[in-house]
């Protein structure tokens, strides 16, 4: 399905986001404090734009490994990273979020962005990032959900509903994938059961900060 859409990805998640998605992108890379020094994971790398985000940043991380399923999302991406001059920093590997191709503890920030809710088994992809991740490391994971405020809700679940899939199928000409889209975020774990799962694998200092009125949380956490 990923393969199917990754052509008219990044558009339609500018699109339908009216743009926001860049700034939750960039307040993820900014809760990771980087110094410039830093290897970073970003794990569900999609078309490499929280990849492309975290090496541009002033300062960025001085390397980035992007790994996703899909191989046509990545070869959009290696096309970005291509056009920014980024090559000699950023690498793209097919893996599975479930089975990082990463050794122990070898890198110093890790990231997902929108992403883990497609991971078949969630707990061991978080164990994964916590695996790979070094003494102290951190994490950042942006993941939608569904906003608890009584009129956000309503208009929110209305939108993602019967305005989202239209549009999506139209633009993407794939019947399924932006309908997969509100299903896959009303089956994934609330932001409290989320948190529970990221200290389950180990982490500490786990947060959830809800973002454009609690349609996206920004989860962070650090490697003891």
Known sequence: MFDAIAGRYDFLNHALSAGIDRRWRRLAVRSLALTGRERLLDVCTGTADVAIAAREARPGAARVVGVDFAGAMLGVGQEKVTRAGLGDFIALVQGDATRLPVADR???????????RNVEDVASACAELHRVLTPGGRLAVLEFAVPTL?????AYLWYFKHILPRLGRVVSRHRAAYTYLPESVSAFQPPAEFVKLLRRAGFQDVTADPLTLGIVFLYTARKA
């Open 106 to 116: 070898s890198v110093e920030r890790a990231t997902v962005a929108f992403g883990i």
């Open 150 to 154: 009584p009129g956000v809700r309503g």
